[in-house]
């Protein structure tokens, strides 16, 4: 069945720091992958996403790459902050649906 | 805030017994999808809705079933609880199937 793997599960940063959390999916047919950020007692939150047609998508400090080939995407995360500490998932639509897979998520912990 | 709402906050309730959770999708979407968070399980989709009619179906129990109303909210009802339901319940919403999936606060429940 569809997969979607995370790694790495924990990532402790030193604040400045970049962190990259890397997902591949098994869907040859996923065309869009969402990453989002949820904080202790909330929803998750959608930081970014990217379609299948692109490489590379970038918002400020957060960016995102596709290697459709290799069926992996990675979340970057420069300058990182006390505030970007948080858990990060990764997702990709279920083939034929538009059902999320998750990933298991990473732990972002970023040290002041 | 996402603009989804999702109620209760809370729910402590018995094993054996029913409940309703409700969410209300952001304003002009019309895809609603339910999700359940648990320590060892992850994000799992649950089911979708689109404009009322049931679009996709996860791994959702036979204790489980939810509902699309005209006005688009959606409710969620859990019968029969077991201690093994306990959990985060998230409920997404989009403007249509296939485009950004904007998560609701949760509602976490407790079943003793």
């Known amino acids: 069945g569809e997969n979607v793997e995370q790694h790495p599960s924990t990532l402790s940063v030193q604040e400045g720091d970049s962190a990259v959390i890397k997902c591949t999916y098994s869907?040859?047919?996923?065309?869009?992958f969402p990453w989002y950020k949820q904080e202790l007692g909330k929803g998750p939150q959608l930081i970014i996403d990217?379609?299948?047609?692109?490489g590379e998508k970038k918002d400020q400090r957060i960016a995102v790459t596709l290697n459709k080939t290799a069926k992996h995407f990675s979340l970057h995360i420069t300058e990182t902050q006390p505030e970007d500490s948080a858990v990060y998932f990764c997702?990709?639509?279920?083939?034929?649906?538009?059902?999320?897979?998750f990933g298991t998520g990473t732990r972002l912990k970023v040290l002041a | 805030d996402s603009g989804v709402t999702q109620t209760p906050k809370h729910l402590i309730t018995a094993t054996g017994q029913r409940v309703t959770l409700r969410c209300s999708p952001r304003?002009?979407?019309?895809?609603v999808y339910w999700y359940q968070q648990s320590l060892d399980q992850g994000l799992q989709f649950l089911i979708q809705?689109?404009?009322?009619?049931?679009?996709a179906k996860g791994n959702i129990l036979e204790r489980f079933s939810a509902q699309q109303f005209p006005d688009l909210h959606s409710e969620l009802n859990l019968s029969s609880l077991e201690l093994g339901d306990s959990a985060l319940y998230f409920c997404?919403?989009?403007?249509?199937?296939?485009?950004?999936?904007?998560f609701g606060p949760g509602t976490r429940l407790t079943v003793l």
């Open positions: 997404a919403s989009s403007v249509a199937a296939g485009r950004e999936q904007f």
């Open positions: 869907d040859s047919a996923s065309n869009y």
């Open positions: 990217i379609r299948s047609n692109v």
């Open positions: 997702a990709a639509p279920s083939s034929g649906t538009y059902k999320y897979i």
């Open positions: 304003s002009g979407d019309l895809s």
């Open positions: 809705y689109y404009n009322g009619e049931e679009r």
